[in-house]
């Protein structure tokens, strides 16, 4: 796969965000290798659990990770549509920090890992009504 055409692949799997089904296949910390980009979203969905009353609330990540599966830098917000309560916005953004820190290292393929090193990743998370995200 050619290195923009992962970037434009992962862009368009993570804002779609993966079903339901496939997140619940994947346990949080899940030894078996990252291969694709759907793999790597539900890799780190896997350990995100949204608080309660936050169904609507979406916070876009921006982070690259390197080739063996490790966070490069610190992950930065790019976009996110919260609420007026702070207390919950807060709850929100730090149980997606905390989904995140979870989850790495992937277990990137070597493959993978070499299609996604030093990429920037742009992961969507959005709470889903009745606890599905």
């Known amino acids: 796969m050619k290195p923009r055409s992962a970037i434009v692949g992962l862009a368009l799997a993570l804002v779609a965000g993966p079903n339901a089904a496939t997140s619940q296949e994947r346990g949080c910390r ?9 793999e790597m979203f539900s ?3 896997a350990c995100w659990e949204p608080p309660p009353g936050t169904a609507g609330m979406t916070l ?3 982070f690259s990770i390197r080739r063996n599966g490790t ?3 610190k992950p930065r917000a790019t976009f996110s ?3 007026n309560d702070g207390s919950l916005n807060r709850a929100f953004v730090a ?3 905390e989904a995140l820190d979870k989850a790495l290292p992937l277990p990137v393929s070597d493959s ?15 709470a889903a009504s009745g606890g599905e995200s």
Not at 30 to 38: A, E, G, K, L, Y
Request: net charge positive; hydrophobic share 50%; proline share 8%.
């Open 43 to 45: 890799a780190i969905v």
């Open 95 to 97: 149980s997606v920090l």
């Open 112 to 126: 993978m890992g070499g299609a996604i090193a030093g990429r920037l990743l742009f992961p969507r998370f959005t």
């Open 71 to 73: 966070l490069i830098g």
């Open 81 to 83: 549509r919260l609420g």
């Open 30 to 38: 899940s030894p078996d290798p990252v291969d694709t980009i759907n």
């Open 60 to 62: 876009t990540l921006q």
